[in-house]
Nanobody, 121 residues
Framework: QVQLVESGGGLVQAGESLPLSCAAS????????MGWYRHAPEAQRELVAT???????NYIDSVKGRFTISRDNVKKTVYLQMNSLKPEDTAVYYC???????????????WGQGTQVTVSS
């Protein structure tokens, strides 16, 4: 089995920063891609950022220049550094990982439990 455990999140004021992290554990051979989604009330879930095992990153336009995704392949951990936060960044943030388990040759997507980020104006 594979587990993703998130940490970070909380309540901050607009303009402040907040780091998120998510550690994967279990029977893992490799993790090709990791990322962060968010889901705000009465809104569609959206993919915020992704990062490949080689370090290639992608972001949605609304967070470019403010958020930075990174990963530590040895620790099997993905990070999301969120700077210059805005009230519209308020959401539950979920990490995801495409995991190839030991003995398998196909990735399967796993999700973290979600962490609340609230930005007050």
């Amino acid at each position: 089995q594979v587990q993703l455990v998130e940490s970070g999140g909380g309540l901050v004021q607009a303009g402040e920063s907040l780091p998120l992290s998510c550690a994967a554990s279990g029977s893992i051979f490799r993790i090709p891609n990791m990322g962060w989604y968010r889901h705000a009330p009465e809104a569609q879930r959206e993919l915020v950022a992704t990062i490949s095992s080689g370090g290639n990153t992608n972001y949605i336009d609304s967070v470019k220049g403010r958020f930075t995704i990174s990963r530590d392949n040895v620790k099997k951990t993905v990070y999301l550094q969120m700077n210059s936060l805005k009230p519209e960044d308020t959401a539950v943030y979920y990490c995801t990982a495409d995991v190839v388990q030991n003995g398998s040759d196909r990735p399967r997507t796993y999700w973290g439990q979600g962490t609340q980020v609230t930005v007050s104006s």
